[in-house]
């Protein structure tokens, strides 16, 4: 036999990931976060429509939960045999979000109905808002819903008689995304739910918050646990960086939010880089786009950061500063998109009622 047709698991070649993907860091959360089944029980029955419906205790449930279900790699049984989810993506249909939860929806024994980008009548027709609502609402148990803005989501979520999630309304929020950033953090750092941590965390930006979901959701998540965090940096030179009172929501409970081009108004964007990046504990990458933070600078940058500092994408990165980051300490954006498994199935099985209390 070849040598390449007799390899198995065990040579299957490993990236360099950031300390927090050892699965023992799940392990630390699930025990640093006492259990409290009467808040995780509100709860069932629940949509999930935006980072802002999600108080902090509730959050830390879900997040407990999930951090038990990947130390333990799944839940013991099936509690969703024979349930069904409507996944309904208007846009994205091979989204890394659309595979992470009919990965989380099948993990936990359920079907799924994988609706059309654009569900229609025979005649050709697309089924209207009230219409589709009622199809979800029949045919499946809960639905998780990606539309092309925040309209067509507040259009439709009235008329379901099943739980729902949002899974991206246009540039709106991304919640679910946001829950499984802070879950990737706090499983680095457990310590940062204290009343005082020893070091809350610098944040630097790339990206535009007034426009990106991910973003917007992830931000007003730090908003509920401003201990955790010092300031906020954000990277990109953008007219408008945030909507009406998105910055506020920040301020107001004491976290500092700075943007590069005040802070260091007459410096080149490397220049900017190199005095922002060496401070910073979390890089959340959107998208590098060479108007806004040329590639080549960003990873130049990254040359001064410490050993320790996380970068994390909602999305994997493109190639280019993949090929410079996939193999790196820095990589938490694999840990991620795993983490993000569990984050769905503990959501799933809380909206559920489906709950056995580790």
């Not at 994390?312 to 498994?341: I, K, M, T």
Request: proline share 7%; charged share 20%; hydrophobic share 40%.
């Amino acid at each position: 036999m070849s040598e390449p047709a007799s390899r198995g698991l065990s040579t299957a070649a490993r990236f360099t990931e950031h300390p927090v993907a050892d699965v023992a860091t799940a392990a630390r959360l699930a025990e640093a976060i006492p259990a409290q089944p009467d808040v995780l029980a509100w709860m069932k029955g629940r949509h999930i429509l935006s980072a802002r419906d999600l108080e902090p205790e509730v959050l830390l449930q879900v997040l407990r939960l999930a951090a038990h279900y990947e130390a333990q790699g799944r839940p013991d049984t099936c509690p969703l045999g024979g349930r069904i989810l409507s996944s309904v993506f208007v846009r994205g249909a091979l989204s890394q979000t659309r595979l992470s939860f009919a990965s989380a929806w099948l993990r936990l024994g359920g079907n799924i109905l994988d609706f059309e980008e654009s569900p229609a009548r025979p005649n050709g027709d697309h089924y209207g808002p009230d219409e589709l609502a009622e199809l979800c609402s029949n045919y499946g148990d809960i639905a998780v819903l990606r539309t092309a803005d925040s309209e067509s989501l507040g259009a439709m979520v009235d008329y379901f008689r099943v739980p729902v999630i949002n899974a991206g309304n246009g540039d709106d929020e991304h919640p679910t995304n946001a829950m499984a950033d802070l879950y990737t953090i706090l499983k680095w750092r457990p310590d940062l739910l204290s009343a005082q941590p020893d070091r809350p965390l610098t944040i630097a930006i790339s990206g535009d918050p007034a426009r990106t979901r991910t973003i917007r959701s992830f931000l007003l998540l730090l908003s509920k646990f401003p201990q955790m965090v010092e300031r906020v940096l954000v990277m990109d030179r953008l007219s408008q960086p945030f909507t009406p009172g998105q910055r506020e929501v920040l301020e107001d409970v004491g976290i500092k939010v700075e943007l590069v081009a005040e802070t260091f108004p007459n410096e080149t964007i490397l220049g900017g880089f190199k005095l922002v990046l060496p401070v910073t504990d979390v890089i959340y990458v959107h998208q590098i786009r060479a108007t806004r933070a040329p590639r080549m600078s960003f990873i130049e940058g990254m040359a001064f950061v410490r050993p320790q500092t996380m970068v994390l994408c909602p999305e994997l990165p493109g190639q280019v500063f993949g090929d410079y980051l996939n193999h790196s300490s820095h990589n938490a954006y694999f840990a991620q998109a795993r983490g993000a498994n569990y984050v769905r199935m503990a959501l799933f099985c809380s909206i559920m009622g489906k709950l056995s209390h580790p």
